[in-house]
């Protein structure tokens, strides 16, 4: 029978099981960072490419809670936070022109048709790109600082 002595074993698996008990804290931490961030630059961008008037377009904007699944967290955003403006999709995808159907209970002769069709500001794409870029070099940060506290 052979057998194996490794000395210094029992340091390294100290540190696997601080890491895996910080590790979650620091995880949802940083991803509650990282939200406040998209949130803030989904509104700055709302507000460079739609008319001030335009009402309360950015209300809506939120996150669900973070839920964890064994390693993986994971968040929703939701543009359209409710019943109060359900029309952030209209302005990002576009939409057709249609003509009202009726106006004060009655019907209008040619109403209901399309007249036209407005282009969407693609708001989202933009920001989901930059956001990528940054997100690698936070996702770095945070494993150094778990490495950081796992040698202590």
């Given at each position: 029978?052979?057998?194996?002595?490794?000395?210094?074993?029992?340091?390294?698996?100290?540190?696997?099981?601080?890491?895996?008990?910080k590790?979650?804290?620091?995880?949802?931490?940083?991803?509650?960072?990282?939200q406040?961030?998209?949130?803030?630059?989904?509104?700055?961008?709302?507000w460079?490419?739609?008319?001030?008037?335009?009402g309360?377009?950015v209300?809506g904007?939120?996150?669900?809670?973070?839920y964890?699944?064994?390693?993986?967290?994971?968040?929703?955003?939701?543009a359209e936070?409710?019943?109060?403006?359900?029309?952030f999709?209209?302005?990002?995808?576009?939409?057709?022109?249609?003509?009202?159907?009726?106006?004060?209970?009655?019907?209008?002769?040619?109403?209901?048709?399309t007249v036209?069709?407005?282009?969407?500001?693609?708001?989202?794409?933009?920001?989901?790109?930059?956001?990528?870029?940054?997100?690698?070099?936070?996702?770095?940060?945070?494993?150094?600082?778990?490495?950081?506290?796992?040698?202590?």
């Amino acid at each position: 029978m052979i057998s194996f002595d490794f000395d210094g074993i029992e340091e390294i698996e100290e540190q696997l099981e601080a890491a895996a008990k910080k590790f979650p804290d620091l995880a949802e931490s940083t991803l509650k960072k990282e939200q406040s961030e998209f949130k803030k630059d989904m509104k700055q961008e709302t507000w460079n490419k739609v008319k001030k008037g335009t009402g309360n377009i950015v209300k809506g904007f939120r996150f669900d809670k973070i839920y964890r699944f064994r390693a993986d967290f994971e968040t929703n955003f939701l543009a359209e936070g409710g019943k109060k403006n359900p029309h952030f999709h209209l302005i990002n995808n576009g939409h057709e022109m249609v003509t009202p159907v009726s106006r004060k209970g009655k019907k209008l002769k040619n109403g209901g048709q399309t007249v036209g069709f407005v282009h969407g500001k693609r708001i989202k794409e933009p920001v989901i790109a930059k956001w990528h870029e940054k997100h690698a070099e936070r996702a770095k940060r945070m494993l150094n600082r778990i490495c950081e506290e796992a040698n202590k």
